[in-house]
């Protein structure tokens, strides 16, 4: 009985093995080329080694690659691969990729199992395991019973969905297509993250991108997708020496340009990928080679005692080629026999524009230019004075006289021609004298005479006493020395001041040197002994950059030392910085907007309180300028002066923005003028801050149905003459508001008894009362009724005032600690040699 269940047994596998059999066997070949279909597999899915029919599948030779629009429109498929070569278009199977590997890992793995501890579980283990020899499929086209499942031994090869898309973009290489192929990349990188060979495709079409960039001129683009393929794979074949053509292209072309720096920045990122390029050592010596041909000019000069010369050459050499070792020794000697400081400007004075009135580059040209014969030295509610040219004034007569002595002497450093009593009555003459070009209609009515009594002493006679003598002479004698013929030391026309026609003045400071690529070179009026020890400043170069930005950088990277104006939000920078000094200007900077008497829409006092209140001025103050800024104070202001002076009226109270009132007043306004506004023109200071304040005031008045636009301010529009304007965005910085409102509501148009015409009669009779005022008290109380009547009819609109503040390399000493002008004791200040760190040179 036993042996018979034995026998029964083997014959019952025996006939198992008679039915596993191979794909290949169970698809068998058909001589007349007819379809047959394989039986149902008992659960459901169909047994490719049980099939009873045969099909003839296509061989992978002549299977065509799917087209993009196969592989991105229509359903995914994979191929199977036979032993035979035949080919099964199925769905997607899984696990991806290497689909054979993983099942092959599987089904060795399947040995470490936990060892069964029953008969079932000896059963279910062997089932799993058999499953595992099958690959579960589901063929494309069949639509009746799709599922079947073969052999894994029967399978040669897998080729996935994503293996088509790869051999689909090796194509569009072969084709030179990139953007198609990138476009397939993504489409890869999408479906499947780091799929074999998708790594290698990525590399090789940014090698193909970078040389197609080449081809094209493209040179920042093809850099870029080297560094991209450099930082993947450093070793990449090729890629070393497409590095060294395109940077050696961008090299030449930015020594061409004379952009060393840039050169200097391309050859580092070379030398940071591929030190041992030979065109790293090549730009090397070319650059030091430059460097030392330069250095060697730079000591012929020095050598003619032509020293300005030799800094600037010493200068461009420190610019071609930073790593010389010769060039500390030769800036330490040079830079202390001719020191000179760059200042980074915005725009400089020469620089055209259709702004006509007083700007932050007007304001640093005529510090620096001339020297007043009384200016303010600081300020304590009331301005205090003091003069560099005379020893002692005192008024006499009860104020209706003064008499004046002149210093005799001068210190090395004082860069002025030596003033005698001559000049300066000569030029106060001409004031008084009707018909003459330089006559002051208002100091003639304070002077009625002027008399030298000596070569250093003078006397003036009062028609009536000044409340202040000193800011009535506190203007500079524009006019030659009597008793010499000052020159500078310069002879070349293309860099003396022959070629700006620059003459030299009794008040002269410094003067234009040369103009050239924007870049305003002042020299001193009266150059220094040639036998002193230590000498102080003798040129200042102001350098114009685009941008706030740029100019910052220029500043790191050691172009300029000084910056005349820091904007909010990067004071706390500065002051954190161990390199720099933040210095605070002594006055704040007033932002006000002005309308034009003449302007016959702006006579309308609805139309202008319209404007003022639909200004939100504490909202632009803090957002566009102040940035939300703590360290720089700024405030909003009631008169186009400093708050901080004894004549500000604090009982004047803001204005507040109201939408609702500026609407209601608008509304108003233009019944006034026709029942339509006509296009305003508005003018605004070049000061980036101030023209960005500017776009907004114009985005608020939009609102209220108000057009305004703004003037450009180019060179363009400046040679049009002087524009029709109706509103002016100015900055001023008075010192003095008793006697320069009078000047400021004229719009530059003086103080003269007919410049008061375009203004209202209560206006004219307020400012010739004021200027008829014999004491402080009383002139204090006119000027801050005054400053409450243009408040309140709103023909002016004070907006806010900013603190200023400089910054300073720690190089630079000697400035004051709150200065009122930029160029405050400019002669004073002491330019240490400064060499930077070469790694400074060779950023971007």
Not at 421 to 440: E, M, Q, V
Not at 542 to 547: D, N
Not at 746 to 761: F, H, M, N, Q, W
Request: proline share 7%; net charge negative; hydrophobic share 40%.
């Amino acid at each position: 009985m036993k042996s018979l269940r034995v026998i029964y047994s083997l014959l019952l596998v025996c006939i198992g093995f008679c039915l596993i059999v191979d794909l290949e066997f169970a698809v068998a070949q058909n001589d007349s080329k007819g379809k047959t279909k394989p039986e149902t597999a008992p659960n459901g899915a169909k047994d490719k080694d049980s099939a009873s029919e045969v099909e003839i599948l296509p061989k992978l030779d002549q299977m065509q690659i799917p087209t993009m629009e196969e592989l991105l429109k229509k359903p995914p498929v994979d191929w199977i691969v036979l032993e035979n070569d035949a080919v099964l278009v199925v769905e997607p199977i899984y696990p991806r990729p290497d689909t054979l590997g993983q099942l092959e890992l599987a089904f060795k793995e399947s040995y470490n199992w936990p060892k069964p501890k029953s008969k079932e579980e000896i059963e279910e283990q062997q089932k799993m395991r058999a499953e595992m020899n099958f690959i579960h499929i589901t063929l494309v086209d069949e639509k009746e019973n799709p599922e079947y499942r073969i052999q894994r031994k029967s399978v040669k090869q897998i080729i996935h969905h994503e293996d088509h898309i790869l051999k689909r973009i090796d194509l569009l290489l072969e084709q030179n297509d990139l953007k198609t192929a990138f476009e397939l990349l993504l489409v890869l990188d999408r479906k499947h993250q780091d799929w074999p060979g998708f790594d290698q495709r990525q590399k090789q079409l940014l090698l193909l991108e970078a040389k197609d960039k080449q081809n094209s001129k493209q040179y920042l683009n093809a850099l870029a997708y080297v560094q991209d393929l450099h930082a993947r794979d450093p070793q990449y074949p090729g890629l070393s020496e497409l590095a060294g053509e395109i940077i050696d292209v961008m090299i030449s072309q930015s020594v061409q340009e004379k952009a060393y720096r840039k050169a200097h920045y391309y050859l580092k990122r070379l030398e940071s990928m591929y030190p041992r390029q030979a065109s790293v050592g090549q730009w090397k010596t070319t650059f030091l080679n430059e460097s030392d041909s330069i250095l060697k000019q730079a000591e012929q000069a020095a050598s003619q005692q032509q020293y300005q010369e030799a800094i600037q050459a010493v200068s461009h050499a420190v610019v071609v080629w930073p790593a010389n070792p010769k060039l500390r020794d030769s800036l330490l000697r040079y830079q202390k026999r001719f020191p000179m400081i760059n200042v980074g400007v915005l725009e400089t004075a020469l620089d055209a524009t259709p702004y006509f009135l007083e700007r932050e580059s007007t304001r640093r040209h005529h510090a620096l230019t001339q020297i007043p014969l009384f200016e303010v030295s600081r300020v304590d509610q009331i301005p205090h004075y003091q003069s560099r040219f005379f020893e002692q004034w005192e008024p006499t007569d009860l104020g209706r006289r003064a008499d004046f002595i002149l210093r005799q002497s001068y210190s090395p450093w004082e860069s002025h021609p030596v003033m005698l009593a001559a000049d300066i009555t000569r030029h106060l003459r001409s004031k008084i004298t009707p018909g003459n070009t330089s006559y002051d209609e208002r100091f003639d009515s304070y002077v009625r005479s002027i008399s030298s009594t000596g070569p250093f002493t003078f006397r003036v006679y009062f028609d009536r006493v000044p409340l202040r003598t000193e800011w009535l002479l506190s203007e500079p004698v524009n006019s030659p020395p009597l008793w010499q013929n000052i020159s500078t030391v310069p002879t070349d026309p293309e860099i003396g001041p022959a070629s700006t026609g620059e003459e030299i003045f009794v008040s002269s400071r410094f003067i234009v040197d040369h103009h050239r690529e924007g870049i305003v070179s002042y020299s001193r009026a009266v150059p220094e002994p040639k036998d002193m020890r230590n000498f102080n400043v003798a040129q200042i170069n102001e350098i114009p950059y685009r941008s706030f930005e740029k100019s910052f950088q220029g500043l790191l990277l050691g172009e300029v030392s000084v910056l005349p104006f820091l904007p909010a939000k990067l004071v706390s920078f500065f002051k954190d910085s161990e390199d720099f000094n933040v210095v605070q200007g002594a006055i704040p900077l007033t932002h006000v907007l002005q309308f034009n008497p003449e302007s016959k829409p702006l006579q309308v006092v609805e139309l202008r309180r319209a404007l003022a209140y639909a200004i939100d001025r504490k909202k632009i103050l803090t957002e566009t300028l102040l940035h939300e800024s703590r360290l720089l104070n700024g405030r909003l202001i009631t008169a186009p002066y400093s708050t901080g002076l004894q004549v500000y009226n604090n009982q004047v109270p803001q204005r507040e923005y109201s939408f609702p009132l500026a609407v209601a007043l608008a509304v108003a306004s233009q019944k006034k003028l026709g029942g339509q506004f006509p296009t305003l023109r508005m003018l605004c200071d070049p000061n980036p801050e101030a023209q960005a304040a500017a776009q907004e005031m114009i985005r608020a008045w939009s609102q209220i149905g108000l057009k305004v636009v703004l003037i450009p301010n180019t060179a363009e529009e400046a040679k049009k003459g002087t524009p029709e304007w109706d509103i002016v965005y100015r900055t001023v910085a008075m010192t003095e508001p008793v006697m320069e409102l009078w000047p400021f509501l004229t719009v530059g148009k003086g103080a003269r008894i007919e410049s008061l015409e375009i203004l209202p009669d209560w206006m004219r009779l307020s400012l010739i009362e004021l200027d008829e005022a014999t004491d402080w008290e009383s002139a204090t109380a006119l000027i801050k009724k005054l400053q409450q009547q243009l408040y309140s009819m709103a023909h002016i609109i004070p907006l806010w005032e900013i603190d200023q503040f400089h910054v300073f390399r720690k190089n630079i000493k000697g400035y004051a600690d709150r200065p009122l002008n930029f160029y405050d004791n400019v002669e004073q200040w002491i330019p240490e040699p400064y060499y930077p760190e070469v790694e400074s040179f060779t950023r971007n």
